[in-house]
């Protein structure tokens, strides 16, 4: 304040630095392994034999060694920060002014990528803030950020944003209402950055590999060589952020100091994303070639809804309940890729969706029988399909047909509930969740799919339940749980396609609590401030058609299944 009222500085920095140094010492020691003195001289020789010599010998294997050493696995890390900061807040009336003006700067040594040049950025950051007698209120940020990144002139980013806002409950002619005790209207747009191209750093530079092919067959005898050095990565000069522009409308609501309705409909449009360009086989570069360019192009839109009710009943009861639910869908505007098929373009398809084949059902002998004879199912022919095979839609089917199917694996909708209950001591919550317009696929190689392991034992693998309904002789059913069953590899019926394809929504408890806390005077007997005896409950049931039948639509099939989980406990303070 001592340059003027309301005005303040500061400045922080952090360091950071730790090394692990691991060492190994490791031995061997001769090991005894007792036998019947027949059982090493006479391997086949019956042990009732009455010349079977039960004397026990010792085998001897390995060797008493001194211990060797080693160095294992050292890492270390070392990584700084620094932040200073301008503020200033100051009222003037019914006006209140605030402004922000912070500089940071971080650097972060032995990365995992380039480990010798550690990873560096800077940035500047503005606020500007505005209210009249927290009626009218407005809000400027900006943020001025570099990355290592991008190229000269490419490398620095500027991502503004404004909010206004209305609290329409402040006008005099809604602020003695009793009805409509809060209402406020809010609008916002901003724009943020994205530098993390994936799994490399310095895009712009280009690389050069040293194990490239050399020349061999040298010297005298032929037996001498010199590996070479090619070109790697090749530089891209013009990439630069990634940008999110995002758009929101907002609606608060307040009914009799209890009822909160809060609404947001939201638009986000993320422009040059980093995808890897398609490259032409005549361009001479490797076919496993990558690299990184600004060709990404999304949207999102969607709204949320929540509500939260707090009734006080009396000075012992108070119970709250409380809910809300989003829905938010995308769409692939552009990848700048080529597709043969229009069928298979991303472009205005959602994201996360599957590329898959269309499943009608499993044929029988006497449909097959009535194929034409240049029907085709990758390969196959129609002597060579089988009853119990699964049918696609399309009469020779290729990669050629496959196309976008189902809904994608993150859930569209998002929606949870709950409630809490306070009464005297007792206190009682629980919290539902669940997620919906999301699609699952049964898969998971041999572990599901019978006879199909790719290892030894060859072609065995998991026999689950749920394939006792599968297509046979004597359930020639059309619509089986599974089709026939095959021994090895089978290049028709494990595609990924609707047939595999199931509905994952689900609803579950999170949460669940119980718990009584004792009156302040039993505590102090107990010599505490204040003792709370609890029970909780975490993931104890979930209703979903997926998982009854398979596994948790969450984790899927490869990973290990959600817990449930119950504690009891006692939180003291004293």
Same mark, same amino acid.
């Given at each position: 304040?001592?340059?003027?009222?309301?005005?303040?500085?500061?400045?922080?920095?952090?360091?950071?630095?730790?090394?692990?140094?691991?060492?190994?010492?490791?031995?061997?020691?001769?090991?005894?392994?007792?036998?019947?003195?027949?059982?090493?001289?006479?391997?086949?020789?019956?042990?009732?034999?009455?010349?079977?010599?039960?004397?026990? %010998?010792?085998?001897?294997?390995?060797?008493?060694?001194?211990?060797?050493?080693?160095?294992?696995?050292?890492?270390?890390?070392?990584?700084?920060?620094?932040?200073?900061?301008?503020?200033?807040?100051?009222?003037?009336?019914?006006?209140?002014?605030?402004?922000?003006?912070?500089?940071?700067?971080?650097?972060?040594?032995?990365?995992?990528?380039?480990?010798?040049?550690?990873?560096?950025?800077?940035?500047?950051?503005?606020?500007?803030?505005?209210?009249?007698?927290?009626?009218?209120?407005?809000?400027?940020?900006?943020?001025?950020?570099?990355?290592?990144?991008?190229?000269?002139?490419?490398?620095?980013?500027?991502?503004?944003? %404004?909010?206004?806002?209305?609290?329409?409950?402040?006008?005099?002619?809604?602020?003695?209402?009793?009805?409509?005790?809060?209402?406020?209207?809010?609008?916002?747009?901003?724009?943020?950055?994205?530098?993390?191209?994936?799994?490399?750093?310095?895009?712009?530079?280009?690389?050069?590999?040293?194990?490239?092919?050399?020349?061999?067959?040298l010297g005298v005898n032929f037996d001498q060589g010199a590996g070479g050095i090619g070109e790697g990565r090749m530089a891209n000069q013009?990439?630069?952020?990634?940008?999110?522009?995002?758009?929101?409308?907002?609606?608060?609501?307040?009914?009799?100091?209890?009822?909160?309705?809060?609404?947001?409909?939201?638009?986000?449009?993320?422009?040059?994303?980093?995808?890897?360009?398609?490259?032409?086989?005549?361009?001479?570069?490797?076919?496993?070639?990558?690299?990184?360019?600004?060709?990404?192009?999304?949207?999102?839109?969607?709204?949320?809804?929540?509500?939260?009710? %707090?009734?006080?009943?009396?000075?012992?009861?108070?119970?709250?309940?409380?809910?809300?639910?989003?829905?938010?869908?995308?769409?692939?505007?552009?990848?700048?890729?080529?597709?043969?098929?229009?069928?298979?373009?991303?472009?205005?398809?959602?994201?996360?969706?599957?590329?898959?084949?269309?499943?009608?059902?499993?044929?029988?002998?006497?449909?097959?029988?009535?194929?034409?004879?240049?029907?085709?199912?990758?390969?196959?022919?129609?002597?060579?399909?089988?009853?119990?095979?699964i049918r696609y839609e399309d009469r020779k089917i290729t990669e050629a047909d496959m196309t976008w199917i189902g809904n994608p694996a993150?859930?569209?909708?998002?929606?949870?509930?709950?409630?809490?209950?306070?009464?005297?001591?007792?206190?009682?919550?629980?919290?539902?969740?669940?997620?919906?317009?999301?699609?699952?696929?049964?898969?998971?190689?041999?572990?599901?799919?019978?006879?199909?392991?790719?290892?030894?034992?060859?072609?065995?693998?998991?026999?689950?339940?749920?394939?006792?309904?599968?297509?046979?002789?004597?359930?020639?059913?059309?619509?089986?749980?599974?089709?026939?069953?095959?021994?090895?590899?089978?290049?028709?019926?494990?595609?990924?396609?609707?047939?595999?394809?199931?509905?994952?929504?689900?609803?579950?408890?999170?949460?669940?609590?119980?718990?009584?806390?004792?009156?302040?005077?039993?505590?102090?007997?107990?010599?505490?401030?204040?003792?709370?005896?609890?029970?909780?409950?975490?993931?104890?049931?979930?209703?979903?058609?997926?998982?009854?039948?398979?596994?948790?639509?969450?984790?899927?099939?490869?990973?290990?299944?959600?817990?449930?989980?119950?504690?009891?406990?006692?939180?003291l303070t004293f």
């Amino acid at each position: 304040d001592f340059i003027t009222k309301g005005l303040s500085v500061e400045v922080k920095g952090a360091y950071n630095t730790y090394y692990v140094f691991k060492q190994k010492r490791y031995g061997s020691v001769e090991t005894y392994t007792p036998y019947y003195q027949s059982a090493l001289e006479s391997p086949g020789l019956d042990i009732n034999d009455p010349s079977y010599n039960k004397t026990i %010998v010792y085998r001897v294997s390995g060797q008493n060694k001194r211990l060797s050493y080693s160095e294992d696995n050292n890492t270390r890390g070392r990584d700084w920060y620094f932040e200073a900061s301008l503020r200033y807040n100051r009222k003037f009336g019914g006006h209140n002014v605030g402004g922000l003006l912070l500089y940071n700067q971080s650097k972060k040594y032995y990365p995992k990528t380039f480990t010798e040049v550690p990873t560096a950025y800077v940035g500047l950051v503005g606020r500007l803030t505005y209210d009249y007698k927290s009626r009218y209120v407005g809000e400027f940020n900006f943020g001025y950020n570099g990355s290592e990144n991008f190229a000269k002139g490419k490398r620095m980013g500027v991502f503004p944003a %404004v909010a206004i806002g209305w609290v329409a409950s402040e006008e005099s002619f809604l602020r003695n209402s009793e009805v409509l005790t809060w209402f406020k209207i809010r609008a916002s747009v901003g724009q943020v950055g994205n530098d993390q191209i994936p799994s490399t750093r310095f895009i712009y530079l280009a690389t050069i590999n040293s194990g490239a092919n050399g020349y061999g067959n040298l010297g005298v005898n032929f037996d001498q060589g010199a590996g070479g050095i090619g070109e790697g990565r090749m530089a891209n000069q013009d990439v630069t952020w990634e940008v999110s522009t995002k758009y929101n409308v907002g609606i608060e609501t307040g009914f009799f100091n209890e009822l909160k309705i809060n609404a947001d409909f939201f638009y986000e449009r993320r422009e040059n994303i980093f995808l890897a360009p398609q490259f032409s086989e005549i361009s001479g570069l490797p076919k496993d070639y990558t690299n990184y360019a600004n060709m990404g192009l999304m949207e999102n839109r969607g709204f949320e809804v929540s509500a939260e009710y %707090v009734k006080r009943f009396s000075k012992d009861l108070t119970v709250s309940v409380r809910g809300n639910f989003t829905f938010a869908r995308n769409k692939v505007i552009d990848d700048g890729k080529y597709y043969a098929y229009p069928w298979q373009d991303q472009r205005g398809v959602r994201y996360g969706l599957t590329m898959g084949y269309r499943a009608m059902h499993l044929f029988s002998q006497e449909e097959l029988d009535n194929m034409p004879d240049y029907y085709t199912q990758f390969g196959l022919d129609k002597q060579q399909l089988r009853a119990g095979d699964i049918r696609y839609e399309d009469r020779k089917i290729t990669e050629a047909d496959m196309t976008w199917i189902g809904n994608p694996a993150m859930p569209e909708i998002v929606y949870g509930f709950g409630a809490s209950l306070n009464y005297k001591g007792f206190d009682f919550s629980f919290l539902f969740q669940g997620g919906t317009n999301r699609s699952s696929y049964l898969s998971g190689g041999w572990y599901f799919y019978p006879f199909q392991a790719d290892r030894g034992p060859k072609f065995m693998g998991n026999v689950m339940t749920m394939f006792k309904d599968r297509w046979t002789v004597d359930n020639p059913d059309p619509h089986a749980f599974s089709p026939r069953l095959s021994y090895g590899a089978d290049a028709n019926n494990y595609k990924t396609s609707t047939w595999w394809q199931r509905d994952s929504g689900y609803l579950r408890l999170k949460n669940v609590e119980i718990g009584y806390t004792l009156p302040s005077a039993w505590a102090s007997k107990l010599r505490c401030s204040s003792l709370r005896i609890y029970a909780t409950g975490v993931n104890l049931f979930t209703v979903s058609k997926f998982i009854s039948d398979y596994w948790d639509p969450e984790t899927g099939a490869d990973a290990y299944p959600m817990q449930r989980q119950v504690f009891v406990g006692v939180n003291l303070t004293f």
